[in-house]
């Protein structure tokens, strides 16, 4: 398994940016499906933003297309999210998920057997 570690949560106010990185030794990070989910209290994990090993196809649930991207430097071993438009709805712990796929991405936690520590990311209104 690849291990992951997550890093550029904060406290920022309603209409601002982040950037959370992924970083990831242990495996090669480029044959690695990358996604990140969140999750806040008292609801269940759910998916935001995934990538495929080669960063060509990226997928996005419906509450954040258009304000959250994904991408990955492979050369670099590190997944992004760059987090624009915050809304306090955003507010959650976020975790970086990987699993083994040369082509697949996955929207179901399940799929995902390495994760990270989670971020977290506090938006005020």
């Known amino acids: 398994q690849v291990q992951l570690v997550e890093s550029g949560g904060g406290l920022v106010q309603a209409g601002a940016s982040l950037r959370l990185s992924c970083a990831a030794s242990g495996r090669t990070f480029s044959w690695y499906a990358i996604a990140w989910f969140r999750q806040a209290p008292g609801k269940e994990r759910e998916f935001v933003a995934g990538?495929?090993?080669?960063?060509?196809?990226?997928y996005y649930a419906d509450s954040v297309k258009g304000r959250f991207t994904i991408s990955r430097d492979n050369a670099k071993d590190t997944a992004y999210l760059q987090m624009n438009s915050l809304k306090p709805e955003d507010t959650a712990i976020y975790y970086c998920?990987?699993?083994?796929?040369?082509?697949?991405?996955?929207?179901?936690?399940?799929?995902?057997?390495?994760w990270g520590q989670g971020t977290q990311v506090t938006v005020s209104s």
């Open positions: 990538i495929n090993s080669g960063g060509g196809r990226t």
């Open positions: 998920a990987g699993q083994y796929s040369p082509i697949a991405v996955a929207t179901a936690p399940t799929w995902y057997n390495s």
